[in-house]
């Protein structure tokens, strides 16, 4: 979206709220949210009743956007602000809302991108790099596998194609092999590390090659850099956030990967139209 649009958009309330309200009749029907009837009729003050059972609603009721109770011209501010990757006590700061209100806002908005691209939709195919990484605790002691206080992400990224993540429980070979069978179509061909957990993979349908990275960290067309790539584009962005619970976490995880996978694209709109989206959908 050209900067110009975006300033005429959020200009005043009644731009902003033309522009959700656009976005809402886009993703879909207009429903009670109360009783989830799409029968109504159109009362004063941009307000609907249900024909069904009464009940009184908004354009926006049982959007994501209608989870707090802040202005549209405030919402499309926070979602241009999260694009550019401004933390939620910066985005405060700019739009002049408290911080545990944005923070609430930009829990939505990860909430929503989460709703959107589910772990599950679809299969990963062709060459993909699987590999583990860890975030969280403590920089002192032991790094990497069997790092204490650290929490182990798996991630599968598709060569020219998307990166997919999740926060695992443990790095067995169980549970490793469990996730990529999720996740890759067999037949694929495999690319990791020398790590054992990895070793089953190619009694699984699969074509497995292995990387040594006590000897060369590339050899030929056999190199996890893709995917080691994406671990430093998440703890680039998440440093900034000053720590993470591990309640929140994965939604986090879900916000880079989303991030990931639409580097090259403007992110507002989409953002905007999760907001406007029927929530859970």
């Known amino acids: 979206m050209p900067l110009t649009f975006f300033e005429h958009v959020v200009k005043t309330e009644d731009s902003a709220k033309r522009y959700l309200k656009k976005l809402c009749q886009k993703s879909g029907r207009i429903f009670c949210g109360k009783c989830q009837n799409e029968r109504f009729y159109r009362l004063s003050r941009d ?45 405060a700061q700019q739009v002049g809302l408290s911080y545990p209100t944005v923070l609430k806002a930009t829990t939505l908005l990860r909430r929503a991108i989460l709703a959107h691209h589910p772990w599950e939709e679809g299969f990963l195919s062709g060459e993909v790099e699987a590999d583990e990484a860890y975030f969280g605790g403590k920089r002192k002691g032991k790094r990497g596998r069997g790092a204490a206080g650290k929490v182990p992400v798996f991630g599968i990224l598709e060569r020219d194609g998307l990166v997919k993540v999740q926060v695992l429980k443990d790095v067995r070979a169980e549970t490793l092999l469990t996730q990529t069978v999720r996740m890759v179509r067999r037949g694929s061909v495999v690319y990791t590390d020398k790590y054992k ?85």
């Open 47 to 91: 307000r609907l009743r249900c024909r069904l059972c009464r009940h009184e609603f908004h354009e926006i009721t049982g959007r994501w956007l209608h989870g707090l109770r802040i202005s549209c011209r405030q919402w499309l501010w926070i979602a241009k602000l999260f694009e550019l990757e401004l933390s939620s006590r910066r985005i």
């Open 197 to 281: 957990g990895y070793d089953s993979l190619m009694f699984c349908g699969y074509r497995h090659l292995q990387i040594d990275h006590q000897k060369r960290f590339a050899s030929g067309k056999v190199y996890i850099n893709g995917i080691e790539g994406f671990w430093s584009f998440a703890k680039e962005r998440l440093i900034k956030h000053h720590g993470v619970s591990k309640g929140r976490f994965p939604l986090y995880l879900k916000e880079m990967e989303f991030r990931y996978n639409r580097r090259r694209e403007p992110l507002f709109p989409i953002l905007a139209q999760f907001l406007a989206a029927p929530a859970g959908n």
